[in-house]
T-cell receptor, first 114, second 115 residues
């Protein structure tokens, strides 16, 4: 079985500051991990994914995430926050079969202060 | 850019009424999904659909729910007799290929409010 925990339902940073959104997972099989972003009134959009290649994954809009097996983590970072990064971010893990079923974390709402 | 579209964006219904939520997946995609998010809770998997049949479903997807691909473009979720606890945002998603690494493309969601 798979599960995802996102620490912090709300994170607030100043524009230009480091963004760190935390994600821990558990999986009965080697995990495939995803970060999705949801801007207001829009659907979920893939930011990046880890599929057992490089442990440091780069995504769109300057975001990256590092897979750490020993810590069962897949935290999302961005060196410098921009106002347009304000959104809800979801970490997800793929199921243990081929069906693409995703198990999501609870989401983290990122607020960026000017 | 191709996208998944969902209608309606918001529906308000009375408890016990039937509701149909519609989705138009990306045209060359083969796998279709419904997820839902109750306000303040996680996004939860409901059902996946391939080759005109359900391939997986969660325990949430009970007999009150059904899915259908009535033609070559639409993918619908029907709730036969809505309950208060069905109030949620429902997301449709699609993908081309099977496999755990595939990217799901999500629609903007349909917000269902049951009174």
């Amino acid at each position: 079985a798979q599960s995802v925990t996102q620490l912090g339902s709300h994170v607030s940073v100043s524009e230009g500051a480091l963004v760190l959104l935390r994600c821990n997972y558990s999986s009965s099989v080697p995990p495939y991990l995803f970060w999705y972003v949801q801007y207001p009134n829009q659907g979920l959009q893939l930011l990046l994914k880890y599929t057992s290649a490089a442990t440091l994954v780069k995504g769109i809009n300057g975001f990256e995430a590092e897979f750490k097996k020993s810590e069962t983590s897949f935290h999302l970072t961005k060196p410098s926050a921009h106002m347009s990064d304000a959104a809800e971010y979801f970490c997800a893990v793929s199921g243990d079969n081929a069906g693409n079923m995703l198990t999501f974390g609870g989401g983290t709402r990122l607020m960026v202060k000017p | 850019e191709p996208e998944v579209t969902q209608t309606p964006s918001h529906q308000v219904t009375q408890m016990g009424q039937e509701v149909i939520l519609r989705c138009v997946p990306i045209s060359n995609h083969l796998y279709f999904y419904w997820y839902r998010q109750i306000l303040g809770q996680k996004v939860e998997f409901l059902v996946s659909f391939y080759n005109n049949e359900i391939s997986e479903k969660s325990e949430i997807f009970d007999d009150q729910f059904s899915v259908e691909r009535p033609d070559g473009s639409n993918f619908t979720l029907k709730i036969r007799s809505t309950k208060l606890e069905d109030s949620a945002m429902y997301f449709c998603a699609s993908t081309f290929g099977q496999g755990r690494t595939g990217e799901l493309f999500f629609g903007e969601g349909s917000r269902l409010t049951v009174l």
